[in-house]
């Protein structure tokens, strides 16, 4: 089993490389920028959060806390790949 620090780290570097909603992603001084959002997706994916419902948080947290328009499609490949490595051991 994966432990919680693993998982986080993964959830991490999802959340740079393929969510990235404000393009941070070659940025060395704000890649801490998305660390805010690890530990509550990591609980979303330890408790068993659909797809549909991790879809919804990144998409709230791209409207809501950051002021964009969001990205439907990219939230719910984003949310795929999360619950895709919170099966993997």
């Known amino acids: 089993m ?3 620090a693993a998982l986080e780290a993964r959830v991490r570097e999802i959340l740079l490389q393929s ?3 404000i393009g941070i992603a070659g940025v060395a001084a ?4 998305y660390d805010q959002y690890v530990k509550p997706i ?10 549909d419902e991790l879809s ?3 998409t709230e947290i791209e409207t809501d806390r950051m002021g964009l328009k969001s990205d439907d499609h990219r939230a ?4 795929t790949k999360l619950r895709e490595i919170a099966r993997t051991p």
């Open 76 to 79: 719910q490949f984003v949310a």
């Open 19 to 21: 969510w990235d909603p």
């Open 56 to 58: 919804r948080y990144l």
């Open 42 to 51: 990591t609980t979303m994916l330890t408790t068993g959060a659909s797809v």
């Open 2 to 4: 994966r432990t919680i």
């Open 30 to 33: 704000a890649s801490d920028e």
